[in-house]
């Protein structure tokens, strides 16, 4: 014997209708169901249509996030029980275009990523022979919290500034960045700083803080921009008071 | 059926693209407590301003501090300073709260934890506080 909870889904069907509309269904639920089992309830037996993204049901893929009674939310980590006696209701994430129900475009954010290289920059990268490039627990723990980051996107539904300027470069482009800055074997800080410190970078962040709290697994993405920004007024003061070459 | 608006996108469907609204700051607590601490500036400002008009005051000789004592006796700038110091109060308050997130201290390998760092910026306000107590009033 189980519960049952309406769940409100927002509907965009491009081919049909201009703007989106909520569709209704009653899905029944125990307390370990999760809003995305509520999702694939309706999708396997009461709406084949309706479209959505997931893929792992455990907080690793950073697919399934949604606007979850206004609130960004990974799907799968969200649960109905939580919203009793309902109606949830569940929406694409804000911020982004919506191609089909609850499906949204994130191409800006892949784009923006490429820009801030989030991979090792080495100058020069040593021959094979010489090993592996090591590191110390204590270095690991330097990044190792920006590297949780899984490009769920919560953090740029939750962004005000990024919904009125999407030129903004984003909170994880941000974090991410700062992923490989504070790794010890990367070389590449300069090349980023010269994308971060751009007008859209860093400085578009007014430190509404909201990415952090949203964020599923725990980067903080708002302390990353300000650290930066630290960094960054560090750097420009130094390059003014001993210029290089001087 | 087919309304061809700025949407649409070559090879794609019709995307939906939906427009921030301008009231999004009342929309959620912490964009509302966001825009007042931002808006919180102007006040601070004023107090800046304020605190010019008094030294220039002082500066000038008795009479002119009287004059200034007066108008801060008014009505109206007796109310805008109340309200300015519930604004600065609450700028300082929600900074200090940030400051954590934005500056991570170490002591040899281990990080200082984030409510050491706000409890500093309180020590702080207090040590200042009481040097300009010092100052003023001597006691």
Not at chain 1, 134 to 139: K, L
Not at chain 2, 24 to 31: D, E, F, N, S
Request: aromatic share 12%; net charge neutral.
């Amino acid at each position: 014997m189980s519960n049952r909870i309406r769940l409100q889904i927002a509907r965009y069907r491009p081919e049909q209708e201009s703007e989106a509309t909520f569709d209704e269904y009653e899905v029944p639920y125990t307390k370990e169901m999760a809003v995305l089992d509520g999702l694939n309830f309706v999708k396997d037996r009461l709406d084949g249509t309706l479209a959505y993204r997931w893929s792992c049901r455990m907080g690793i893929c950073g697919s399934c996030g949604m606007d979850v009674n206004g609130e960004p939310k990974l799907t799968c980590a969200t649960f109905l029980t939580d919203y009793a006696p309902g109606p949830v209701r569940i929406a694409p994430l804000r911020n982004f275009p919506v191609i089909r129900d609850l499906i949204v475009d994130i191409g800006d954010f892949m784009r923006k990523l490429v820009k801030i290289k989030p991979w090792i920059v080495r100058a020069a990268e040593k021959p094979l022979a010489e090993g592996e490039y090591r590191q110390t627990p204590e270095e690991l723990e330097e990044y190792k919290q920006f590297s949780m980051c899984i490009n769920c996107m919560l953090c740029y539904a939750a962004c005000p500034i990024y919904g009125l300027d999407p030129k903004f470069i984003g909170p994880a482009v941000i974090a991410l960045a700062q992923r490989y800055n504070l790794d010890n074997r990367d070389e590449g800080s300069a090349e980023r700083m010269s994308v971060l410190s751009e007008h859209d970078g860093i400085w578009g962040c007014t430190f509404v803080g909201e990415c952090t709290t949203v964020c599923p697994k725990h980067v903080d993405p708002a302390g990353a921009i300000q650290r930066y920004k630290l960094t960054a007024a560090v750097e420009s003061m130094k390059s003014f008071f001993a210029p290089r070459g001087a | 059926m087919e309304q061809t608006t700025d949407v649409y996108t070559p090879y794609h469907p019709r995307w939906l693209r939906p427009r921030v609204s301008t009231y999004w700051w009342l929309q959620k607590p912490a964009y509302l407590r966001f825009i007042l601490r931002e808006g919180s500036c102007m006040f601070v400002g004023w107090f800046t301003v304020y605190l010019l008009l008094l030294l220039d005051a002082v500066l000038e000789g008795p009479l002119a501090y009287e004059v200034f004592l007066a108008w801060s006796g008014t009505p109206w700038v007796l109310a805008l300073n109340v309200v300015t110091l519930a604004f600065v109060v609450f700028h300082a308050i929600t900074f200090f709260q940030a400051a954590p997130q934005a500056i991570v201290v170490r002591l040899g390998r281990t990080r200082v934890p984030p409510r050491a760092v706000l409890l500093g910026h309180y020590a702080g306000w207090v040590a200042v506080s009481a040097i300009v107590w010092f100052v003023l009033l001597g006691v």
